[in-house]
T-cell receptor
């Protein structure tokens, strides 16, 4: 079937290298941000999140950086593995009331080469 | 089931036909969302249900699109008089709804709709 990342910008890295994926978000009022990973034929899968009162958050092999001044997010993946190959989306929303309409960015395809 | 399921996984129809897409959320999740993902783009919000009611349908593109969730669990997205531009992957997500803050949305695999 067709890849969800067919027309997306692609980041190609060697296995074991670190990857940095960038995202510009649109709404200066957004106060909660999430990175998703989407493999071909599957729905988006939560990776890591960050609230606007933080500028950095670390998970297992992943780090998210937030720069509110320029409305920019980045996702850093350490020691990239072939299984990390997928399309990555950032999403923004408002942290309120348990209802969260996600606004997704355009996405970046990550290709990991052995 | 363990996750959100969507049926059918693929649907091919002809221009002008009516289609229904089904979403089975995670058991106990009161919030349900529909998104549409066109090729090469991120998902776009369509509609949000809290229980049986559509709390926000601001993302539905026009009145050919309608969604229901009559018993607060399974939801059906209905598209009348389909057009070629409706071709996309339709994603469903569900989450718990806590008193405040963000509740993680769990996505289904999507239904790929192709309108010929």
């Amino acid at each position: 079937g067709e890849s969800v990342g067919l027309h997306l910008p692609t980041l190609s890295v060697q296995e074991g290298d670190n990857s940095i994926i960038n995202c510009a978000y649109s709404n200066s009022a957004s106060d909660y941000f999430i990175w998703y990973k989407q493999e071909s034929g599957k729905g988006p899968q939560f990776i890591i999140d960050i609230r606007s009162n933080m500028d950095k958050r670390q998970g297992q092999r992943v780090t998210v950086l937030l720069n509110k001044t320029v409305k920019h997010l980045s996702l850093q993946i350490a020691a990239t593995q072939p299984g990390d190959s997928a399309v990555y989306f950032c999403a923004e929303t408002l942290f309120s009331g348990g209802y969260n309409k996600l606004i997704f960015g355009a996405g970046t395809r990550l290709a990991v080469h052995p | 089931g363990a996750g959100v399921s969507q049926t059918p996984s693929n649907k091919v129809t002809e221009k002008g036909k009516y289609v229904e897409l089904r979403c089975d959320p995670i058991s106990g999740h009161t919030a349900l969302y529909w998104y549409r993902q066109s090729l090469g783009q991120g998902p776009e919000f369509l509609i949000y249900f809290q229980g049986t009611g559509a709390a926000d349908d601001s993302g539905l593109p026009n009145d050919r699109f309608f969604a229901v969730r009559p018993e607060g669990s399974v939801s059906t997205l209905k598209i009348q008089r389909t057009e070629r531009g409706d071709s996309a992957v339709y994603l469903c997500a569900s989450s718990l709804r806590g008193p405040s803050g963000v509740n993680e949305q769990f996505f289904g695999p999507g239904t790929r709709l192709t309108v010929l």
